[in-house]
């Protein structure tokens, strides 16, 4: 179990000059420009790196990790924070044994946070702000032998979590994808062990639909592809590509046409809240299927991350984080420094909310606000107009 500790409270000083300017602490962080979320609430920096930021898909709260012993964390154990963008407070999730693996997955609201943690076994969590308290999610009498675990994706309700379980040893790593309904209190196998290693994994908004990736058997050319599970109806949906290797290289068969290119296999998909389209990585390439139509978009870059909505897709490219419309095919820079251009140094790791509207990543570039000189890695915001 664990508990949620308050890090610090506004200063009477920030106070008065709110009170004076009329300036609240959401509005500063909600305005058109990069601001960085990884401050205590007296808006001081950290003494430590911060990332893995994750936004909630109202845009009003952000989970990430630290290392900043000026949020109480341990210089080597990563401990959870959440900002709230509203009123700037920050909330630690203490874990006694500290947070050390991934991004953590808030719900919509950012009333609860899915997340791995552990010192030797990795195990999934969910963290209810309600009770202040945080979970372990594991399925009763799993078949095989399963010493860990990790967290792959929240339904925006917060009442679904997808999360792997598995061994540490030989081929049995994060071989059974289950579902958590927190409503019942149940564990439903998405995946069994027979399907092969799932790297990634993500939930619809209703909780019905399950998105996720097999990896194959690359040298004997076993697929490595993308698939969507209906809980409901039990059928399953391949989504995009077959991937293999052969020869020293990577190839993608192209289901709808036949056609063979050498681009990769699918991962970290993303799928949006209706369960109609999907995002995901595939080679050097961000690719988003519309199930609906079978058609796919194409975008040069990597790490992408899909709004709930369906219409935009935040992303990667020459260590830089963009924004791209779908409908339009307009691109944003979200990474601009103090003077319009573009990051001196690499932004990372994207997080969309539901709308396309807000988006929030790391960079250890300098020049993205003023006053940032503690020479390490922040979690930063932009709201887009």
């Keep these: 179990m664990s508990r949620a500790v308050r890090v610090s409270s506004v200063s009477l000083g920030t106070a008065l000059l709110l009170a004076l300017t009329g300036t609240t602490a959401g509005a500063e962080l909600h305005a058109p420009r990069v601001h960085r979320v990884s401050t205590a609430t007296d808006a ?3 003494d430590g790196e911060s990332t893995g930021a994750a936004i909630s898909a109202d845009g009003r709260k952000v989970a990430f990790t630290s290392i900043a012993p000026s949020f109480g964390c341990a210089r080597f154990d990563r401990c959870l924070l959440v900002k709230d963008l509203d009123d700037g407070g920050v909330t630690k999730i203490d874990l006694g044994s500290g947070y050390t693996y991934g991004s953590p997955a808030p719900s919509a609201d950012g009333s609860r946070i899915a997340f791995s943690a552990g010192t030797r076994f990795l195990a999934p969590y969910l963290y209810d702000s309600a009770t202040g308290r945080a979970e372990k999610l594991w399925p009763q009498d799993p078949p095989g032998f399963n010493e860990l675990g990790r967290v792959q994706s929240i339904s925006p309700d917060g009442t679904h ?3 792997t379980i598995g061994n540490r040893n030989g081929d049995a790593n994060f071989r059974l994808l289950y579902v958590r309904d927190t409503a019942t209190g149940t564990d439903g ?4 062990a027979e399907e092969g290693d799932k790297p990634g994994a993500s939930v619809s908004g209703d909780g019905e639909k399950v998105v996720y990736s097999v990896r194959g058997d690359v040298e004997a050319e076993d697929p490595a592809d993308l698939f969507v599970k209906d809980r409901a109806t039990g059928g399953r949906t391949q989504v995009g590509y077959i991937a293999f290797e052969q ?3 990577v190839h993608v068969r192209d289901l709808d046409t036949g056609a063979l290119s050498t681009l990769g296999a699918g991962s970290a998909p993303s799928i949006s809240a209706d369960g109609r389209k999907v995002a995901f990585q595939q ?16 975008i040069r870059g990597s790490q992408p991350s899909l709004s709930g909505n369906g219409t935009h897709v935040a992303y990667t490219s020459r260590g830089a984080v963009y924004l791209r419309e779908l409908a339009t095919g307009k691109r944003q820079l979200i990474s601009v420094d103090r003077w319009g251009g573009r990051n001196d140094l690499s932004a990372r790791h994207p997080s969309i909310n539901a709308d396309g509207t807000v988006v929030a990543f790391e960079s250890a570039s300098p020049d993205l606000v003023e006053g940032d000189t503690n020479g390490v890695s922040d979690v930063f915001l932009r709201t887009v107009q």
């Design 283 to 298: 080679g050097g390439e961000v690719r988003v299927r519309d199930l609906d139509t079978a058609t796919t978009t194409r």
């Design 44 to 46: 001081s920096q950290a």
């Design 189 to 192: 196998l998405i995946s069994p």
């Design 161 to 163: 979590v997808a999360y």
């Design 247 to 249: 020869g020293g290289e």
